[in-house]
């Protein structure tokens, strides 16, 4: 898998974008632990804090987070997701861009929520992923990492009848948290929940909560 990952999984939501909106608009409601995780990071951020959420499909965990407190903006590929994001949270900043590649400045922002959403991202781009993430945050910011626990990825081919292919790739927390901590991280907690057969799931769920520790050690090329 090459940078092409971006196209494919911008074209994989772009065609998917109203029927996975309409599939999870109550996600949250069924999922307490979700909640939790999410309460326990605006927590941490603290009220009013400046906040990223990469990834932000439809922008309900965006949503959420507004509620609780933060000055929060989503970040998705995705224009079709965005349109979605946009129309239900008008109050709301969205734009697009990879998180990659992020147009904050260092040290800009208070916490980022990665929920979900680096599951597209190929093993070998992790790490410039996680600096990245690492660059925008002050030290002491608050990071959020949600990904299904496993090691085979699960592809999903013509979703709701669109002709779009993608995989969803399951990592380890412990591969995670390694990964992490040599981009500057320092674990504050690991939670991984069962997956829940009434909402379809077929793996572990697992919430990484993290902080930047301090400056992140410059990687040679």
Known sequence: MTADFLDA????????ADDYADQFRAELTHRPVERAVLGVFAERVGTGGEVADLGCGPGRTTGRLAALGLSVFGLDLSESMLA??????PELRFVQGSMLELEA????????????????TPDDRLPALFREFGRVLRPGGQLLLAFQVGDVAR???????????LDFLRR??????A????????????TVREPDAGLGELSPQAFLLAERAGAVQPVAP
């Open 172 to 177: 380890r927390p412990e591969q995670m948290t």
């Open 84 to 89: 979605i994001a946009r129309r239900e949270n």
């Open 9 to 16: 999984t911008r074209t994989f939501y772009d065609a998917v």
């Open 105 to 120: 400045a260092d040290g800009a922002l208070d916490g980022v929520l990665c929920w979900y959403s680096s599951i597209h």
């Open 179 to 190: 990964l992490l901590a040599d981009a500057g991280f320092t674990l504050y907690s690991s």
């Open 155 to 165: 592809r999903h081919e013509n979703p709701w009848g669109h002709p779009v292919t």
